[in-house]
T-cell receptor, first 113, second 110 residues
């Protein structure tokens, strides 16, 4: 593994189903983030974690939950998916030093029907 | 987050310069960034500028920052077909968080 990986690459999901998007980084970054990307809206922050064991809400947290049991993993869970959660989801990480550059994963394309 | 605004589309002829503009709202931002997203991929950092700088040049890229007007621009010299992508402006806020604009889709025509 090099950088950030996300799984699955894409998923079609029935409304009401539970879904967990996985994110793993091997850079030992302390901060991690989940964004959703929608056409014309750019990237919006869903949840973030400044360090293992802590999480925080971003701009659009409703309907999503996260956990940060260790440094490397930051899963995003949709407890009961709705069509408005159809989007491309990006995980990112940063080491919270210097320029605070965020490194992005390749994204998960989620369609909720 | 804070509001970051940028125009949605830019069409440029190959070999010409591209200029992408952005306005932001948080005057306390420490860093401002330009990210590039190619089709089907995640975002990659192109360049960033520290808030106490007015200009930063990196090969074909020039970033200009006007703090008074909260205006950031990215100039790409000698634009190539490989520069076709979506470009996002972003500002830092809070603890390690970024606020992104909607993205400018740059199309390079022959």
């Amino acid at each position: 593994i090099a950088g950030i990986t996300q799984a699955p690459t894409s998923q079609i999901l029935a409304a009401g189903r539970r879904m967990t998007l996985r994110c793993t980084q091997d850079m030992r970054h302390n901060a991690m983030y989940w964004y959703r990307q929608d056409l014309g809206l750019g990237l919006r922050l869903i949840h973030y974690s400044n360090t293992a064991g802590t999480t925080g809400k971003g701009e659009v947290p409703d309907g999503y939950s996260v956990s940060r049991a260790n440094t490397d993993d930051f899963p995003l869970t949709l407890a009961s998916a709705v069509p408005s959660q159809t989007s491309v989801y990006f995980c990112a990480s940063s080491d919270s030093s210097g320029s605070d550059e965020q490194f992005f994963g390749p994204g998960t394309r989620l369609t909720v029907l | 987050g804070e509001d970051v605004e940028q125009s949605l589309f830019l069409s440029v002829r190959e070999g010409d310069s591209s200029v992408i503009n952005c306005t932001y709202t948080d005057s306390s931002s420490t860093y401002l960034y330009w990210y590039k997203q190619e089709p089907g991929a995640g975002l990659q950092l192109l360049t960033y500028i520290f808030s106490n700088m007015d200009m930063k040049q990196d090969q074909r890229l020039t970033v200009l920052l006007n703090k008074k007007d909260k205006h950031l621009s990215l100039r790409i010299a000698d634009t190539q077909t490989g520069d076709s992508a979506i470009y996002f402006c972003a500002e830092s806020w809070g603890d390690y968080k970024l606020s992104f604009g909607a993205g400018t889709t740059v199309t390079v025509r022959a």
